[in-house]
């Protein structure tokens, strides 16, 4: 199993960044997926998550309105749009998965399988 994330880079505030996380070695439909970051000197802290095969998108209060996670099954791949960025959403972003049971998913330590990173730096 791979989870190759990309698209990370250096943004102005009020930019915006699309995240992209290609998946290999599983089916993505059948798992619940999330997307976290962890900024420097900080824990881990989830962003995003889908946790069922045709659910919606749910956000934390800091990017609701801002970001949209979406997955595009037929790639198994999935997507953070992040628009209106801020300097304080600067941070490692990292996917991940875990088998989906109809159940949310919202602590990092419930998901099996992470990508390895993509780093997002929000500055002027």
């Known amino acids: 199993v791979q989870l190759q994330a990309s698209g990370g880079g250096l943004v102005q505030p009020g930019g915006s960044l699309r995240l992209s996380c290609a998946v290999s070695?599983?089916?993505?439909?059948?798992?619940?997926i999330g997307w976290f970051r962890q900024a420097p000197g900080k824990e881990r802290e989830g962003v995003a998550y889908?946790?069922?095969?045709?659910?919606?998108?749910y956000y934390v209060d800091s990017v609701r309105g801002r970001f949209t996670f979406s997955r595009d099954n037929a790639l198994n791949t999935m997507f953070l749009q992040m628009n209106s960025l801020k300097p304080e959403d600067t941070a490692v972003y990292y996917c991940?998965?875990?088998?989906?049971?109809?159940?949310?998913?919202?602590?990092?330590?419930?998901?099996?399988?992470w990508g390895q990173g993509t780093e997002v730096t929000v500055s002027s």
């Open positions: 070695g599983l089916f993505l439909e059948n798992y619940a």
């Open positions: 991940a998965a875990v088998v989906g049971d109809g159940l949310p998913h919202l602590k990092s330590d419930e998901y099996d399988h």
């Open positions: 889908i946790h069922t095969k045709n659910g919606s998108p």
